[in-house]
């Protein structure tokens, strides 16, 4: 089902290399489209974007902008069952964050800090940011999990104004997206998908204002747009397909391996499931258990596929490889089937999500659990965070010096600016001291003059 690599093999280091280097996105087939479309959006604004909804999504919305778009009562439409698990989610994802957002900035709103120092007072302002748009996807599947996971950490960060984007069918099977809109705070919807919905976000439209950033993820036409308009806009990554590696010792179990493997590979084709175990006799096993299971699921052929595509197995001597061979691939989700799992994460550095021990499924990462499942993939996990509070605020340095404070800096900051070659740098020092200096010969004059 799954190719098994041995450690020591050519095979094996060939596999992991190419795994490891797994995020570098081939936009090459959807560049040109894109860049076509972000252009036309920018230029002609609800025009385009209407025009490039028709062209792809076959359809005309009843409105591009909605701020009523109905969450309240798609919530109240909803069976009882689905309300409830709903309402669960969002709010542990809520205290999950507001936690976050306690230990970063030290109380319940996002706050910085001042202090002085030898004259000069100094201080970081942090606060959250205006507007941010969150993405979510339709077509094979709708994902109201994801709009919970993007939009509940901006609104405990304090962000006023959250858009949504997402492209609406205008049936009964938009309620479950827009009650949790409604539970997340969103504050308003946009009703298209695509690269031009991912446009209308970042340069704003008629009808759609622009936003500060945009999060939440999507196909390889919306990540490339997000690539392409980083820089008018912030994003928080460009997310690749989802991923897991499933550590395994003598201890697991191949049917609950099996099963975590499959997770992700129901996500769609090109989906990442990895496993690393100590012996040829469990990656069997857990074959086995995949063929099974697969039997009955529903999206077999899509997982069929995940696995023959990026499926892998690697087999390794002892705990000492399980971790490298974990750091190495730096996965999204990172499900620890051990004895003692919680000493082995200490030695993995590199993973978005751990799930520690057995009896922690990674499909309650992705729904209640608590922290945002938006999380880097294609091993940026080695640099990158977890979507969270830190996401939607931003920060401003504060500096005050005091005329004693710039008198007595005044030679180090000449010197280092003369270093660079930058004398104006200098000379900016040196008329605000010459001033200062007056100002102590006359009373007060000079320093009255240069403030004028």
């Known amino acids: 089902m799954i190719p098994r690599r041995t450690h020591g093999t050519p095979e094996f280091a060939a596999a992991l290399r190419d795994l490891a280097s797994r995020g570098e996105a081939d936009f090459s087939k959807a560049e040109p489209v894109v860049r076509s479309i972000l252009d036309e959006v920018r230029a002609e604004g609800d025009a385009a974007v209407l025009r490039h909804v028709a062209r792809f999504e076959n359809r005309v919305p009843a409105a591009l902008y909605r701020r009523d778009y109905g969450g309240e009562a798609a919530l109240g439409r909803l069976p009882r069952e689905a309300r409830a698990a709903l309402e669960l989610a969002a709010s542990r994802i809520a205290r999950f964050h507001e936690r976050e957002r306690a230990s970063m900035f030290g109380g319940e709103r996002v706050s910085g800090f001042r202090y002085e120092e030898e004259g000069v007072a100094l201080g970081l302002r942090v606060r959250p940011l205006a507007r941010v748009g969150v993405y979510a996807p339709g077509g094979k599947a709708r994902y109201p999990s994801s709009v919970l996971m993007s939009a509940v950490p901006a609104r405990v960060a304090g962000v006023p104004e959250i858009l949504l984007a997402t492209p609406l069918a205008g049936d009964a099977s938009d309620d479950v997206v827009l009650a949790a809109a409604h539970l997340a705070g969103v504050t308003a919807v946009v009703d298209a998908g695509g690269a031009q919905a991912i446009g209308a976000l970042a340069f704003g439209t008629a009808s759609v204002p622009r936003v500060d950033k945009i999060v939440g993820p999507g196909n390889a036409y919306v990540a490339c ?10 994003i928080d990554s460009i997310a690749g397909p989802s991923e897991i590696l499933v550590v395994a010792d003598a201890s697991a179990n191949p049917a609950v391996v099996a099963a975590d493997l499959l997770s992700q590979a129901e996500h769609d084709e090109d989906a990442y499931a990895l496993l690393v ?14 063929e099974t299971q697969l039997n009955d699921l529903p999206r077999a052929a899509i997982a ?6 990026h499926g892998a197995a690697f087999v390794v001597a002892d705990r000492d490889a399980l971790a490298a061979v974990a750091d190495e691939l730096a996965p ?8 003692a799992p919680e000493s082995l994460a200490e030695r993995i550095r590199n993973a978005g999500a751990v799930f520690l021990g057995a009896l922690t499924p990674e499909a309650a990462g992705d729904y209640v659990a608590g922290p945002s499942h938006v999380l880097p993939t294609g091993g940026v996990v080695r640099f990158g965070s977890p979507l969270g509070v830190h996401d939607f605020v931003a920060r401003t340095s504060l500096i005050r010096y ?29 008329i ?8 102590g010969a006359d009373g007060g004059h000079a320093e009255s003059e240069s403030r004028s």
Do not use: M, P
């Open 432 to 439: 605000r001291t010459r001033d200062i200096a007056r100002a």
């Open 402 to 430: 005091s005329a004693e404070a710039l008198r007595r800096d005044e030679g180090v900051i000449g010197v280092l600016a003369r270093l660079e070659g930058l004398e104006a740098h200098a000379r900016a020092v040196f």
């Open 277 to 290: 175990c100590l012996s040829e006799e469990f990656a069997a096993a857990v074959a086995r258990e995949l």
């Open 304 to 309: 069929r596929e995940s696995l023959r595509r």
């Open 332 to 339: 999204e989700h990172l499900a620890l089937h051990v004895e």
């Open 225 to 234: 747009a997000k690539r392409i308009v980083y820089g008018a806009v912030a």
